[in-house]
């Protein structure tokens, strides 16, 4: 198993432009998450989902979108980066929301 | 609403030497509790938990009790090795399965 995996792992972008960060998961879990982690900063929950199509927000998701297709994949989209979002983005997935979160790798991203 | 609190690091301890972060929630009811461990740019990993009261989580070397009365989960090594250093975060998960809540974490350095 992969279990959780995210593309790419660094990217920059100039103010203004777009991007989607990629998240899949082949443990079949129902629940997936988006966090941010700022420099020597704690989680902030972007977005989450309990299932294919069923997404809700979380405590910071003010510039981002989600969409839930599919059990496996939830990417997350950046309109029009602001600098405010340079941070790591890290994507989670678990069976259930009381059991262990599983986490991919991150993508760090720079906004100048 | 639920929240964790850390003790705030730096944590710096020489090598073998005893190991004690304290973490304390706020939730109502019987929530999961959790330690993670983060190495230097990877992503979060679950190091152990503890789901009801009294339960002792461990693995690795390291232990936490899940405290009811004090709701505290501190998270304990006898030893610790210089590859120990990282950052530690105390999580929990409330009992409805709605919210997922991780502290702000606590660096440690182990030197030789």
């Known amino acids: 198993n992969a279990g959780v995996t995210q593309t790419p792992k660094f990217r920059i972008l100039k103010i203004g432009q777009s991007m989607t960060l990629q998240c899949t998961q082949d443990?079949?879990?129902?629940?997936m998450y988006w966090y941010r982690q700022d420099p020597g900063m704690g989680l902030k929950l972007i977005y989450y989902s309990v299932g294919a199509g069923i997404t809700d927000k979380g405590e910071v998701p003010n510039g981002y979108n989600v969409s839930r297709s599919t059990t496996e994949d939830f990417p997350l989209r950046l309109e029009l980066a602001a600098p405010s979002q340079t941070s790591v983005y890290f994507c989670?997935?678990?069976?259930?929301?009381?059991?262990?979160?599983?986490f991919g790798p991150g993508t760090r991203l720079t906004v100048t | 609403g639920d929240s964790v609190t850390q003790m705030e690091g730096p944590v710096t301890l020489s090598e073998e030497a005893f190991l004690t972060i304290n973490c304390t929630y706020t939730a109502t009811g019987y929530p999961s509790l959790f330690w993670y461990v983060q190495c230097p740019g990877e992503g979060l990993q679950l190091l152990l938990k503890?789901?009801?009261?009294?339960d002792k989580g461990s693995n690795k070397g390291f232990e936490a009790t899940y405290r009811k009365e004090t709701t505290s989960f501190h998270l304990e090594k006898g030893s610790v090795q210089v590859s120990d250093s990282a950052v530690y975060f105390c999580?929990?998960?409330?009992?409805?399965?709605?919210?997922?809540?991780f502290g702000p974490g606590t660096r440690l350095s182990v030197l030789p």
């Open positions: 989670a997935s678990s069976y259930r929301t009381d059991y262990e979160q599983y």
């Open positions: 503890a789901t009801k009261a009294d």
């Open positions: 443990m079949n879990h129902n629940y």
């Open positions: 999580a929990l998960s409330d009992q409805y399965g709605q919210n997922f809540v």
